[in-house]
T-cell receptor, first 114, second 110 residues
Framework: DVKVTQSSRYLVKRTGEKVFLECVQD?????MFWYRQDPGLGLRLIYF???????EKGDIPEGYSVSREKKERFSLILESASTNQTSMYLC?????????????FGPGTRLTVT | EDQVTQSPEALRLQEGESSSLNCSYT??????LFWYRQDPGKGPEFLFT???AGEEKEKERLKATLTKKESFLHITAPKPEDSATYLC???????????FGKGTSLLVTP
């Protein structure tokens, strides 16, 4: 079974803090993704990575950056947290080749910025 | 622009009352349509992938079907444990990302 884990289930941070969200997958997937999920807006893609050190912006990258130094690990960084970044953050991974596009999600991190 | 629309937004069923959820999509060259289940406070759980019109997939009380413009998730004789939000997504035309619909929140009462 594919397993995607995220470093925290719940996180509370103050405005202006630098926030790190980490995601690890154990299935040797090439692609990794960060989404945020908000009521009424659904899942929106922040960033994705198709290889180590490679990244591409998604639909809402402003205020975020990412890092992928190892294949299994993909980090989302909020450079200076703001209250409008309060959300559920979801990490996912998928293969390249074979049954590609099928994404497997982690349990999510509920981030509250006060 | 690729779009995914799910209906209804919310559905309440009695236990045993079969129904269907709809996912309409507009994408040039479908590269995959995906169904997920999401429980409150958790990440989406992968259910099915459909690639071409006419394809069907089944899992327990769930059956997903696909036409050229929409997909249906049929729920037969649902149980309370089927209560969840069901998400539909399509693969984008480029890259490996998915476009998600906003989901259908299903509540099955005893």
């Amino acid at each position: 079974d594919v397993k995607v884990t995220q470093s925290s289930r719940y996180l509370v941070k103050r405005t202006g803090e630098k926030v790190f969200l980490e995601c690890v997958q154990d299935m040797d997937h090439e692609n990794m993704f960060w989404y945020r999920q908000d009521p009424g807006l659904g899942l929106r893609l922040i960033y994705f990575s198709y290889d180590v050190k490679m990244k591409e912006k998604g639909d809402i990258p402003e205020g975020y950056s990412v890092s992928r130094e190892k294949k299994e690990r993909f980090s989302l960084i909020l450079e200076s947290a703001s209250t409008n970044q309060t959300s559920m953050y979801l990490c996912a991974s998928s293969l390249v080749g074979g049954i590609q596009y099928e994404q497997y999600f982690g349990p999510g991190t509920r981030l509250t910025v006060t | 622009e690729d779009q995914v629309t799910q209906s209804p937004e919310a559905l309440r069923l009695q236990e045993g009352e079969s129904s269907s959820l709809n996912c309409s999509y507009t994408v040039s060259g479908l590269r995959g349509l995906f169904w997920y289940r999401q429980d409150p406070g958790k990440g989406p759980e992968f259910l099915f992938t459909l690639y071409s019109a006419g394809e069907e997939k089944e899992k327990e009380r769930l059956k997903a079907t696909l036409t050229k413009k929409e997909s249906f998730l049929h729920i037969t004789a649902p149980k309370p444990e089927d209560s969840a939000t069901y998400l539909c997504a399509v693969a984008r035309n480029s890259g490996y990302a998915l476009n998600f619909g906003k989901g259908t929140s299903l509540l099955v009462t005893p």
